[in-house]
């Protein structure tokens, strides 16, 4: 994944574990990004985005309405897709795959709400 791809505080991981460890990006620089648990900082080639699922969801308070059929925080609702989600907001649609992409999102909302 490219550094430029990413944000600071994003939730990412590293290719190189056996698990899928969730980490936070603290400093980033061209081509290396450096996460909070490691002492040394990592090729951007090295890091790979967290999946995202229902436990994510809650954590960034989501909460399942089934009259909705999909996930709700505000005006934000996320529907789940055969391999991925689809958020909305306003007329404002992305399809998600990783926590990283839900925080771009939700940042977005941020800045021009």
């Known amino acids: 994944m490219k550094s430029s791809d990413l944000r600071i505080g994003n939730i990412v991981s590293v290719c190189y574990e056996n698990d899928i460890i969730p980490d936070?990006?603290?400093?980033l620089e061209p081509d290396v990004v450096h996460l909070s648990s490691r002492k040394c900082p990592d090729s951007d080639r090295d890091i790979i985005g967290v999946p995202l699922n229902?436990?994510?969801l809650m954590h960034f308070?989501?909460?399942?309405?089934?009259?909705q059929k999909g996930w709700c925080n505000g005006e934000i609702i996320i529907k789940?897709?055969?391999d991925s989600w689809i958020a909305k907001w306003n007329t404002l649609k992305r399809e998600l795959e990783f926590v990283h992409q839900l925080q771009d999102f939700l940042h977005f909302i941020a800045e021009h709400n």
Not at 24 to 27: F, G
Not at 61 to 67: A, D, K, R, V
Request: no cysteine; hydrophobic share 40%.
């Open 80 to 82: 789940k897709l055969s």
């Open 61 to 67: 308070n989501f909460i399942y309405y089934s009259e």
């Open 54 to 56: 229902e436990e994510w």
């Open 24 to 27: 936070t990006v603290i400093v």
